[in-house]
Nanobody, 125 residues
Framework: EVQLVESGGGLVQPGGSLTLSCTAA????????MAWFRQAPGMERKGVAF???????DYADSVRGRFTISQDSAKGTLYLQMNSLKPEDTAIYYC???????????????????WGQGTQVTVSS
């Protein structure tokens, strides 16, 4: 059984930083594409950062240059480093994974099969 568990959310002031973590159990990370999604109240869930099997990374325009996705395969952990946070970054952040091919670059919410429970990030003064 695949399990993804996020941690690291909280309250931070505008301009601050936060690092989210996602521990994975039950599958071989190297065979998976991983991503971070977020969902603000009343809004649809959207992808913010993606990492492919080979390590290629991509970001939503709204976070590019401020967020960094990374992974530590030895620890089985996915990270999202968030800098220069803005109030509009406030959302529940979800870790997601899907078994994929080397050439695959899934971006849509429906493309991901495994999800964590989410962690709340609030950016406010």
């Amino acid at each position: 059984e695949v399990q993804l568990v996020e941690s690291g959310g909280g309250l931070v002031q505008p301009g601050g930083s936060l690092t989210l973590s996602c521990t994975a159990a039950g599958y071989t990370r190297s065979a998976y594409c991983m991503a971070w999604f977020r969902q603000a109240p009343g809004m649809e869930r959207k992808g913010v950062a993606f990492i492919a099997r080979g390590g290629d990374r991509d970001y939503a325009d709204s976070v590019r240059g401020r967020f960094t996705i990374s992974q530590d395969s030895a620890k089985g952990t996915l990270y999202l480093q968030m800098n220069s946070l803005k109030p509009e970054d406030t959302a529940i952040y979800y870790c997601a994974g899907v078994e994929c091919e080397d050439w695959s670059r899934p971006r849509a919410t429906y493309a991901y099969t495994d999800w964590g429970q989410g962690t709340q990030v609030t950016v406010s003064s």
